[in-house]
């Protein structure tokens, strides 16, 4: 994969959710982009899985696995 494309789309999810922090799908998202991208990451990318469902996104029991969740 393109690392530019993920940086790019990084930055595009952080922007969203600075401009409306309940996006549920920005969290989602930067949670699925951060945890295969870096998976040292896991503690933040677990953060924005768990604002995703608070802000009332389905849940995702493949990125619970890979968050441990």
Do not use: C, V, W
Request: proline share 6%; aromatic share 6%.
């Amino acid at each position: 994969a393109d690392k530019g494309f993920g940086r790019e789309a990084l930055a595009e999810m952080q922007k969203a959710i600075s401009l409306n922090p309940r996006l549920s799908e920005a969290h989602y998202n930067l949670a699925r982009l951060l945890i295969k991208k870096d998976p040292k990451q896991k503690a933040t990318a677990g953060e924005h899985y768990a604002n995703a469902l608070k802000f009332g996104a389905a849940p995702d029991p493949a990125l619970a696995k890979l968050l441990d969740k």
